[in-house]
């Protein structure tokens, strides 16, 4: 057998390895699989986990942008302006 078959035998065998392990990782951290095991919807928890963090970032935003729009409008109200730079200026 060449070279090139062994290191395919090896990745193949390194897959499964890895399959199997996260399999036993996933069911630690689970729990054991119901009766039908379904790995790819407990890894989309874990996604959508990660996915919440950037939601959250992006509440934030909005919050903060619409407290800077009501902060304008009322320099707006009393005679200031804002330039691009975000510098006040009084009329």
């Known amino acids: ?6 290191w395919l ?4 065998a390194a897959l499964v390895i890895f399959v199997f392990a996260e399999g036993r990782r996933q069911a630690r951290r689970y729990g054991p699989p119901s009766a039908r095991p379904n790995l790819l919807g ?3 928890l874990e996604v959508q986990r990660h996915l919440q963090a950037d939601r959250h970032v992006e509440v934030l935003q909005k919050l903060n942008k619409a407290e800077q729009e009501a902060v304008e409008e009322q320099d707006v109200g009393a005679g200031r302006s804002t330039d691009k730079d975000r510098s006040v200026k009084e009329h």
């Open 9 to 12: 035998i090896g990745g193949a």
């Open 1 to 6: 057998m060449t070279a090139e078959g062994w």
């Open 42 to 44: 407990v890894g989309m």
